[in-house]
């Protein structure tokens, strides 16, 4: 089975400006989560999604949004970018969710806001 | 406020010593424990996950859970350079889908 694919790996944005991140889940899996991982805070959870739904939410401003797509693949958005917002975005896959369900990583993409 | 603490390293062990590392979390409802393996500019890799009380092993590697303590460990056997990582811990309440992360511990297996 392939692995969970992000796109794009790298990206760089000004300040003010927006961006949109890409993830596919392995194939079968319906939940899909998103991350942020910086050297300053770790990894924090942003939200999740499952069958198209948000299902739960970290604590990120409302800049940050999300959405899943009836074939499970999830896309991020992130408007008016802060120099902070710059950090590897980490989508995780899972079969159903939940909290004994594991999580499988994509290779993330690496977001710089000059 | 859910806390996971985990000591930041690095750990430092010889190849084929048996690395042991710690994660302490502040939730006593916590019901679910992972841990991954995080190479320097690659995504967490999942290795293990326990629910239960007591020891799951895995080839070199063996989880141990208390929850009376209120801690996870992860030890690895045989320890091998390709080992040398930054080892995170998460811990999820029972019913809640959002797990918490330590901030990993990085480990470097010397030849």
């Known amino acids: 089975k392939a692995g969970v694919t992000q796109t794009p790996r790298y990206l760089i944005k000004t300040r003010g400006q927006q961006v949109t991140l890409s993830c596919s889940p392995i194939?079968?899996?319906?939940?899909v989560s998103w991350y942020q991982q910086t050297p300053g805070q770790g990894l924090q959870f942003l939200f999740e999604?499952?069958?198209?739904?948000?299902?739960n939410k970290g604590n990120f401003p409302g800049r940050f949004s999300g959405r899943q797509f009836s074939n499970s693949r999830s896309e991020m958005n992130v408007s008016t970018l802060e120099l902070g917002d710059s950090a590897l975005y980490l989508c995780a896959s899972s079969p159903r969710g939940g909290s004994y369900n594991e999580q499988f990583f994509g290779p993330g993409t690496r977001l710089t806001v000059l | 406020q859910k806390e996971v603490e985990q000591n930041s390293g690095p750990l430092s062990v010889p190849e084929g010593a048996i690395a042991s590392l710690n994660c302490t979390y502040s939730d006593r409802g916590s019901q679910s424990f992972f841990w991954y393996r995080q190479y320097s500019g690659k995504s967490p890799e999942l290795i293990m996950f326990i629910y239960s009380n007591g020891d799951k092993e895995d080839g070199r590697f063996t989880a141990q859970l208390n929850k009376a303590s209120q801690y996870v460990s992860l030890l690895i056997r045989d320890s091998q350079p390709s080992d040398s990582a930054t080892y995170l811990c998460?811990?999820?309440?029972?019913?809640?889908?959002?797990?918490?992360f330590g901030r990993g511990t990085s480990l470097i297996v010397h030849p």
């Open positions: 999604y499952f069958s198209e739904t948000q299902r």
């Open positions: 998460a811990v999820r309440a029972g019913g809640s889908y959002i797990p918490t």
């Open positions: 194939s079968g899996h319906r939940s």
